[in-house]
Nanobody, 117 residues
């Protein structure tokens, strides 16, 4: 089970940190990621982290940072320099190592991020 939190309303240029706490799975065996879905759009990959490496969508590179704490079974998404186009419901995800992000094993419930202009 994945429980996401930390969403909210922020002005453009501001920052938010999302958290996703995992339970009931061997956290360190999973790559963790964040996706988002804006109104009227498809869900899209935002960032992912596995053993010592991370990847980002081009739209968030240099502004967002993903990290994980295996001791706390938690993954974070630090979002800086937020833009109105970052407004979306953000979902955390877990997939087994060796797979890819088209095969997510677990989804969190989503947390809403709203960026005002």
């Amino acid at each position: 089970q994945l429980q996401a939190s930390g969403g909210g309303l922020v002005q453009a240029g501001g920052s938010l940190r999302l958290s996703c706490a995992a339970s009931g799975l061997s956290f360190s065996r999973y790559a963790m990621g964040w996706f988002r879905q804006a109104p009227g759009k498809e869900r899209e990959f935002v960032a992912g982290v596995n053993w010592g490496s991370s990847g980002y969508a081009d739209s968030v590179k240099g502004r967002f940072t993903i990290s994980r704490d295996n001791a706390k079974n938690t993954v974070y998404l630090q979002m800086n320099s937020l833009k109105p186009e970052d407004t979306a419901v953000y979902y955390c995800a877990a997939r087994m190592y060796g797979g890819n992000w088209s095969s997510v094993n677990y989804w969190g419930q989503g947390t809403l991020v709203t960026v005002s202009s």
